[in-house]
Nanobody, 113 residues
Framework: VQLQASGGGLVQAGGSLRLSCKAR????????MGWYRRAPGMERELVAR???????TYAESVEGRFTISRDWATRTTALQMDNLKPDDTAVYYC????????WGQGTLVTVSS
């Protein structure tokens, strides 16, 4: 299983970024996909998760600002991040459980004030 994340970068507060995670080597149609993040000095935390049926859940801190989606044709899970805040600065990781947990390589998001 391989998870290839992309889309991080530097943005000003209030701006937007879109992260993308391409999955290989798993049955994407039945897999729950998630995005986690780890801010400096903090534990890794769940940001958003989407089931095989398209049901999404979000951390309270990003509810209403972030949107997770999936494209079965391209096997891609996206995280649209709007109205970004400096507290959103973190390394973002794509995740799935397929027999065991798998993680993407992480992509850095930096939000300046």
């Amino acid at each position: 299983v391989q998870l290839q994340a992309s889309g991080g970068g530097l943005v000003q507060a209030g701006g937007s970024l879109r992260l993308s995670c391409k999955a290989r080597g798993l049955n994407f149609k039945i897999s729950t996909m998630g995005w986690y993040r780890r801010a400096p000095g903090m534990e890794r935390e769940l940001v958003a998760r989407i089931t095989s049926g398209g049901s999404a859940t979000y951390a309270e801190s990003v509810e209403g600002r972030f949107t997770i989606s999936r494209d079965w044709a391209t096997r891609t899970t996206a995280l649209q991040m709007d109205n970004l805040k400096p507290d959103d600065t973190a390394v973002y990781y794509c995740n799935t459980f397929y027999g065991r947990e798998f993680w993407g390589q992480g992509t850095l998001v930096t939000v300046s004030s």
